[in-house]
């Protein structure tokens, strides 16, 4: 699959397979018909023949149908459009920002291992930082499913608010309590 990406457009549709995707995953298991299309920014085939991605979205689209399934899926897809209003705001960028801020406290607090909120910053814009945080925060695959399928960005820009804010939240009251939790685990 991955050669005919990389030999073709570089583009690749992505779909959060549906719960019991288990029982079918080497066969053809159920996807959420909303999914996203990126392009290949980078890549490195790894050892045992699987690849390292890195992927700009680019677009959300709405699977109709899958043309083929085998040796890989290849889909037939309509591009959604987003009512971006929020984006254009010339308050979504100080919004943006303070996602951002959140979204550092959060993982500072996780203990991440990965600094994702350094990589964005002033050359991308407020929708562009919305989104890459909604893709990568540590919440349930329904959860971002939910998001991705928005169709307004002012509600997916609510909604990571509200889910980052309660996240700092609660870490800030273990952070307060952390004191009592004993070094030795062992020791209660």
Request: aromatic share 8%.
């Amino acid at each position: 699959m991955m050669d005919e990406v990389l030999r073709g457009g570089q583009s690749i549709c992505m779909a959060l397979l549906k719960p019991g995707w288990e029982a079918d995953y080497y066969g053809t298991p159920e996807v959420y018909p909303v999914a996203c299309v990126g392009k290949v920014v980078q890549h490195q085939m790894l050892a045992d023949g699987r690849y390292k991605l890195t992927l700009h979205g680019e677009y959300k689209v709405t699977i109709e149908s899958f043309e083929r399934d085998y040796p890989f899926r290849i889909a037939r897809t309509r591009r959604l459009a987003e009512v971006d209003d929020w984006a254009r705001d010339e308050a979504s960028e100080r919004q943006a920002r303070e996602l951002l801020s959140l979204f550092r406290r959060f993982q500072e607090g996780q203990r991440t291992a990965l600094d994702v909120a350094e990589y964005l910053g002033a050359h991308m814009g407020s929708e562009a930082i919305l989104n890459t945080i909604a893709m990568n925060l540590k919440a349930e695959p329904a959860v971002r499913q939910n998001l991705l399928e928005m169709e307004r960005t002012e509600l997916r820009y609510q909604a990571v608010r509200q889910i980052l804010a309660e996240a700092t939240a609660i870490q800030d009251l273990l952070d307060r309590d952390r004191h009592r939790i004993p070094a030795d685990r062992r020791v209660n």
